[in-house]
């Protein structure tokens, strides 16, 4: 158990290291501005007002309790640090939730290699608004239920306070998990019983989080922090580790299927991604199923198609007949959409840091094991060889 403990924190430090990465610092810069503003304004307000609520009171007392104003003044910023500091976290959360939902999802985008969605995140915000503030009262509301008993504990020493600290670590695993665990439809019941299941790993995440709240100016960034650090959980941790890329592994996505190649072993597996098999791996769905996968993506998604001739032909020995291969359309006129770096980092089974000559060698490795004439494929060399472009460039 106190390893799962430290497991939990280690995300949450994960999480700090995971925001500052390029295209992940607007989700948590926009949200922290409009916060920092908003409480910029509140401050502001308040301390003119207390200023003239004091000057009247001058106005009406003697002279000699002119000292008043030196006890009145530290208590109002005392009061206000209070409210600030703690007002600002349950602010922050209702401002931000819509940001946090797509952080979430960005977060695991990155570390399951998948292509990012570049095209609507302004759209899909907006969207997100109305359900987001929904889903923050819903949990506000869990959060005030489940206080009622170890309030009532506090006055109990010692072991009151202990256990207000474990309520505490909780609701903070439910209120930030709930991001990731919420783009996958997961209903609130179900993401509490799935956090249950791995408690000390989740008390050690929200514990973590809890004492990071109460350090101030770093509280600040503890709401960003805390839900890539929880996606982080979500996907290696909750989920599975399957989803998460491992070193010497590439990544090939496209609308409806992920494929990952073992560099070592040249072995191949992956998930569908949509329709009535979401998030199955490729192992588990049997041939058939897979077939009829294929002539859905034939008429609709040929990038998809593609993607799993590979592995039918790769891992069960099936190659694509001309009576299924005439149904494929001919490629849109459109051009296609250029590949995101992360994708192909993803492809070519890279860290951020990667230099030219890592990209290289990557890309050599590769193409040897995947190119047409060593058994590979045309698609799954084409992506190898764009991803080495887009990287280089």
Known sequence: MPTNLLAGAGYLLAGVR????PGLRR????PLAINVLLFSAAVYSGVTLFEHLVDSLQSRLPGWLGWLDWILWPMFVLVLLVVVFNGFALVANLIAAPFNGLLAEKVEQIL???P????????????????????????????FSLAIPFLVLLFVPL???????VYTAWVLAVQYSDYPMGNHGLRFRDMRQRLARRRALSLGFGAAAALLSVVPLVNFILMPSAVAGATAMWVRELRGASNYQRASESRVATRSVLLSIDHLSGGMSGEVLTGPHSG????????EDLIDLLQTCYRNDPESAEALEVYLERER??????????????????PAERMHPDEARAVLGLGLDAGAQEVRSAHRRLIQRLHPDRGGSDYLAAKVNEAKQILLE
Do not use: C
């Open 159 to 165: 072991v009151g306070q202990a256990l207000w600290f």
């Open 18 to 21: 995971l925001i500052i990465r």
């Open 280 to 287: 199955q791996p490729l192992s588990g769905i049997p041939t």
């Open 27 to 30: 989700f948590v810069v926009i």
């Open 116 to 143: 990012l969605d570049q095209n609507s995140s302004l759209a899909t915000l907006s969207a997100a608004i109305l359900p987001s503030l929904i889903d923050e009262i819903r949990k506000l509301i869990y959060a």
């Open 317 to 334: 020995g099936y190659k694509t007949t001309e009576s299924i291969s005439y149904q494929r359309r001919e490629p849109p006129t459109a």
């Open 112 to 114: 399951t290699g998948r």
